[in-house]
């Protein structure tokens, strides 16, 4: 049940936005941000929830009282995220909520239901669980909007990509370990900083503690209470000023300490392997033709949901799919070829999108779905593999180094985000000093 147990620590974690069903007759404030506040019993649930995920490795946890304010922070950023989002017009409706749910379900090979006995189960009532799905798929909504607005890859780009990938076909899992730096850091903060960056890695290097351990403790970055792990990445997903270090190091080391934008990094080389030997380069394509309701600020959600719903009814009642899309479509790109997109990956338009046609057998015709341009209904006309060929590996590498650059401008918008709120904790000991470093650093090992 793994996938389940990080469903339900991301169902608390994003419990920021939910007001709680059953409030006890008092209930403290943990944190004030901005207007809202985040409940003492909502830090309950999500740090309960983390303690769940650690059951049997309870030791790679921080002291409680640093495991709280990690866990507030990541509270503290949802909270914001949720608010920008709303603040820009961003919503999601029941239906989607439904569909997401019934995917975590069928994911953990359980009914919806066993998945609402289990997540009541372990503290949170399903209606909270709900609201944290949606506000989960509220940012992801916003996070695409903002890639779109702000990541831009060129082609010099890829072709240097493309002759790395020719040089080297290896891909490197790495984690890391940040000590997080605030923007205009004075001497004094960079000082602290790298006192603490050392101190962890004398704990490595000493082998008083495991690099994911330590990551759990120490490191300031949002993925610490995941050991700081950072998956499979090639070269070119890879900052350049570490790629040349990261070709170079053997599995289990440690880096050396980097500095980067952020702050102060270690690095640990967990495996590599050879992206060659996973075979022929075959994607699965599909062939599909579709109809779009658009949802804008003259047409509401619900008058889209209710057209869709009538144009669903004729195709169902044997009105040709083609006609009805000619007529009444409203994607400009497709509606005078009847809705046909042609073959497609199935992430080519968004996974709202692909989710519906992966889920679809040939010949066969979607229910109405949001995604965030309006309602639609699809219809898969066929399916095949193909070789990826040159243009689909351009947009491939594309797509890698878009990730990329998303994951570095995303961080840096949610710093900026953070230091511009207010943010009032009313738990724990008093702040800690100006740059943010948990009171529990190691000092460097001494060589008296």
């Not at 943990?30 to 490795?57: C, F, K, M, P, T």
């Not at 899992?173 to 605030?182: E, G, Q, S, Y």
């Not at 990329?404 to 709120?421: H, S, T, Y």
Request: aromatic share 6%; net charge negative; hydrophobic share 40%.
């Amino acid at each position: 049940m793994k996938k389940l147990f990080a469903c339900l620590l991301a169902a608390a974690l994003l419990a920021a936005s939910v007001q709680a069903q059953q409030v006890q007759p008092i209930d403290g404030i943990a944190a004030v941000v901005d207007e809202d506040v985040i409940l003492r019993s909502e830090l309950d649930r999500a740090l309960n929830n983390v303690l769940l995920q650690y059951a049997g490795r309870s030791e790679q946890l921080p002291p409680r009282e640093i495991l709280e304010r990690q866990v507030l922070e990541r509270l503290v950023l949802i909270n914001l995220q949720v608010a920008r989002a709303a603040g820009t017009g961003v919503r999601v409706g029941d239906q989607e909520v439904d569909q997401a749910i019934a995917g975590i379900a069928a994911q953990n090979q359980v009914s919806v239901e066993q998945l609402a006995r289990q997540v009541a189960s372990d503290g949170t009532s399903y209606a909270e669980f709900r609201d944290s799905i949606r506000d989960e798929l509220i940012i992801q909504r916003l996070r695409q909007r903002f890639a779109q607005t702000r990541v831009s890859v060129s082609d010099a780009e890829i072709d240097a990509a493309l002759e790395s990938q020719q040089a080297s076909g290896a891909q490197f899992h790495l984690a890391h370990i940040l000590v997080a730096l605030p923007e205009g850091a004075t001497p004094e903060q960079i000082a602290i900083a790298q006192q603490k960056v050392e101190g962890i890695k004398g704990l490595l290097d000493r082998g008083e503690m495991d690099f994911a351990a330590a990551a759990v403790r120490y490191s300031d970055s949002p993925n610490a209470l995941e050991g700081g792990d950072l998956g499979w990445r090639s070269l070119d997903e890879i900052p350049v000023a570490f790629a040349t270090l990261v070709r170079d190091m053997a599995p289990g080391e440690v880096s050396a300490t980097l500095r980067g934008p952020s702050g102060f990094q270690l690095l640990q080389m967990v495996e590599t392997r050879d992206a060659s030997e996973d075979g022929p380069d075959l994607v699965t394509q599909y062939h599909g033709r579709h109809i779009l309701v658009r949802v804008d600020p003259n047409v509401s959600d619900a008058a889209a949901k209710a057209e869709i719903d009538t144009l669903g009814a004729r195709i169902a009642g044997g009105a040709d799919f083609a006609e009805v899309a000619r007529e009444h479509s409203d994607d400009p790109s497709s509606q005078s070829r009847g809705g046909d997109l042609g073959w497609f990956t199935a992430d080519q338009f968004g996974p709202d999108f692909g989710a519906q046609i992966t889920s679809l057998q040939d010949g066969q015709v979607s229910k109405p779905f949001r995604t965030p341009a309006g309602w639609h209904i699809v219809e898969r006309l066929g399916s095949r593999q193909s070789d990826v060929g040159a243009d689909n590996r351009r947009a491939q590498v594309s797509e890698t180094i878009g990730r990329r650059k998303l994951e570095d401008e995303w961080n840096r918008f949610l710093r900026e985000m953070r230091g511009e709120a207010y943010v009032d904790y009313r738990i724990g000991p008093p702040d800690d000093d100006a740059s943010g470093n948990a009171p529990d650093a190691p000092a460097p090992a001494s060589d008296g």
